[in-house]
């Protein structure tokens, strides 16, 4: 197996994760992003190479992806990086990846489509948390349970937190609302319209409705035309969070994201090695037919970080090894249910 591929953003939080981890399976990638000194360090600790380039410089980039593979695209937010990413690496005919987890990134990278298949490279965002273990969740309900047609997804984490990445991505989208799939489109909703308790198997706990990934990715997967997502929170962070519809127009004032970013800088880079270490993800899907019979799947792996960066790697791994389909693929789409159970730790229930 060639050893050719580019970390881009590994002086992030789930970036160094991926590049640290990346020597459990073998693997040595070439360490990218724009923090020259964060790259620097990390590089010389880990004994690999480096090479600082802006995504607003393309022929930097396509010197950076000469003679390289696949790319997993570690830097966000991904509305604003991963168009940039993903123009070059058909330029170049790499394979990209990354770990995406917003619905319009998914969608906009599925209109390259047709120019992969003709480049003959590969394009799968969400290899990580979002969205490996729903889009199993979504592919294995299928699989028991043929004529599916609406379908609802949900996960918890416990005992861990998010890093500065996925909270500056989220209040990027401050204000914006929620989705959800009906009769194969696309439609916005009120965040938190749904809510209601599910049982994960080891908890029961209250979830609302959340626009994750999977209202896109799913529907490429599965073919299953109604698709709802949700999130594990307090219930009393409900009842506020139902309030936000109200003052949406103040939570979308730059002014006011701009500090909400500030804050999020003073926070930890993400969740400590401890919590890495014990913590969870939960996941539920359930499956309903035409006749209104349904099926129950559940999941359950490491805390999320944890499970993206063995994720990501994994299927760097089957791209490396020549495992993958032209064009845009999802992970469960491409490499069917069972590929997540290569991630350590994980089981369906």
């Given at each position: ?9 590994a002086n ?18 070439l ?28 022929a ?18 991904f ?16 394979h990209?990846?990354?770990?995406n ?7 906009l ?9 003709e ?21 294995k ?9 609406d ?22 989208k401050?204000?914006?609302?929620g989705?959800?799939r009906?009769n194969?489109?696309?439609?916005g909703?009120p ?6 308790w ?13 626009p ?44 006011v ?6 804050r ?5 880079a993400?969740?400590?090695?401890k ?5 969870k ?20 792996g ?18 490396l090894?020549?495992n ?11 490499y ?10 994980v089981?369906?229930?």
């Open positions: 197996m060639q050893n050719h591929f580019v970390l881009y953003g992030g939080y789930t970036g160094e994760l991926i590049a640290r981890l990346s020597y459990a399976y073998g693997l040595r990638p360490l990218a992003g724009r923090n020259t000194e964060a790259i620097k360090n990390l590089a010389k600790e880990l004994s690999l190479e480096y090479i600082t380039v802006g995504l607003d410089n393309p930097a980039l396509d010197n950076l992806l000469k003679g390289q593979q696949l790319v997993i695209h570690a830097a966000g937010p509305s604003k990086t991963a168009k940039q990413m993903v123009e070059a690496c058909i330029r170049n005919n790499v990209y990846t990354d770990i987890g917003d619905i319009s990134c998914f969608e990278v599925k209109t390259f489509n047709q120019t992969a298949i480049k003959n490279c590969m394009l799968m965002p969400g290899v990580g948390f979002d969205v490996v273990p729903t889009d199993s969740v979504a592919k309900i299928t699989e028991l349970f043929p004529g599916v047609t379908l609802k997804l949900a996960f918890a984490s416990i005992g861990s937190t998010i890093s500065h990445g996925t909270a500056t991505t989220m209040a990027e401050l204000g914006e609302g989705a959800k009906i194969g489109k696309i439609i909703t965040l938190g319209e749904n809510s209601m599910v049982d994960f198997g080891k908890k029961n706990l209250f979830v609302m409705s959340i994750w990934g999977d209202i896109s990715t799913a529907h490429h997967t599965t073919g299953i035309p109604n698709i709802e997502t949700f999130f594990a929170i307090k219930p009393s962070v409900y009842k506020w969070m139902k309030m936000q519809k109200f003052f949406n127009w103040f939570l979308k004032l730059e002014l994201r701009n500090i909400i970013k500030k999020i800088d003073q926070r930890p993400g969740p400590d090695e919590m890495r270490k014990e913590g993800s939960l996941v539920w899907g359930k499956g309903t037919n035409a006749e209104g019979e349904s099926i129950t799947v559940r999941l359950a490491p805390e999320g970080y944890t499970f993206t960066a063995h994720a990501s790697l994994i299927i760097a791994t089957e791209i090894k020549g993958w389909k032209p064009g845009y693929q999802t992970p469960a789409g491409c069917g249910s069972e590929l997540v159970l290569k991630v350590p730790g089981s369906y229930h």
